[in-house]
């Protein structure tokens, strides 16, 4: 079993909808918990950051973290043909900073 | 301001030969890594350095050889490059804070494309 777990999609969804991305992970001791967005062919860019758990909102994104149920999630309201991009969860412990990435998801919003 | 500068973009190679694919950080981040990015299998820890002479294994290093000289410059080398390299290869650097600050953040460069044929 992989320490992250991330379904791959692709997820296909008109524009305007709401985008529900998410990453299941088992190591209780994660405390760091990040969205990277990947635009084809381009090097990942940070797209929020939570420690510990909760929710955080950035404009259009939310991220929401349950560490009870290791559970962390990415919403995306009133998705736009720009966000089409492959979504990568990643997560860390503490330190040195040796995250440990989800597979992505490739997500496509069509006009 | 260039951040994480990689070179080449793009490599082809045969198996058996060696190459160094150079990364750059004008940051002064103390962390540097190399990640390969393979379908599937999101970004997987080659090696990685937390400050200029120290440098450790991440979770898939056979094949590869790091230094760290210098603050800013973290190369890597595939020794001897094999069909199971062709990949796409990424640094990151990152600076060192406390619990719950915006450390630990990975900045990216873009990426060498590397095919081993």
């Known amino acids: 079993q992989k320490e992250v777990e991330q379904d791959p999609g692709p997820l296909s969804v008109p524009e305007g909808a709401i985008v529900s991305l998410n990453c299941t992970y088992s190591?209780?001791?994660?405390?760091?918990f990040m969205w990277y967005r990947q635009y084809s062919r381009k090097g990942p860019e940070l797209l929020m950051y939570?420690?510990?758990?909760g929710n955080k909102e950035d404009g259009r994104f939310t991220a929401q973290v349950d560490k009870s149920s290791k559970y962390i999630s990415l919403f995306i309201r009133d998705s736009q043909p720009s966000d089409s991009a492959t979504y990568l969860c990643?997560?860390?412990?503490?330190?040195?900073?040796?995250?440990?990435f989800g597979a992505g998801t490739r997500l496509a919003v069509h006009p | 301001n260039a951040g994480v500068t990689q070179t080449p973009k793009f490599q082809v190679l045969k198996t058996g030969q060696s190459m160094t694919l150079q990364c750059a950080q004008d940051?002064?981040?103390?962390?540097m890594s190399w990640y390969r990015q393979d379908p599937g299998m999101g970004l997987r820890l080659i090696h990685y350095?937390?400050?200029?002479?120290?440098?450790d294994q991440g979770e898939v290093p056979n094949g590869y050889n790091v230094s760290r000289s210098t603050t800013e410059d973290f190369p890597l080398r595939l020794l001897s490059a094999a069909p199971s390299q062709t990949s796409v290869y990424f640094c990151?650097?990152?600076?060192?804070?406390?619990?719950?600050?915006?450390?630990?953040?990975?900045?990216f460069g873009a990426g060498t494309r590397l095919s081993v044929l």
């Open positions: 990151a650097s990152s600076y060192s804070a406390g619990s719950g600050t915006l450390g630990n953040i990975q900045y």
């Open positions: 350095s937390v400050g200029a002479g120290i440098t």
């Open positions: 939570t420690y510990s758990s």
């Open positions: 940051m002064n981040h103390e962390y």
């Open positions: 190591n209780s001791a994660f405390q760091y």
């Open positions: 990643a997560m860390g412990s503490g330190g040195y900073n040796k995250l440990i």
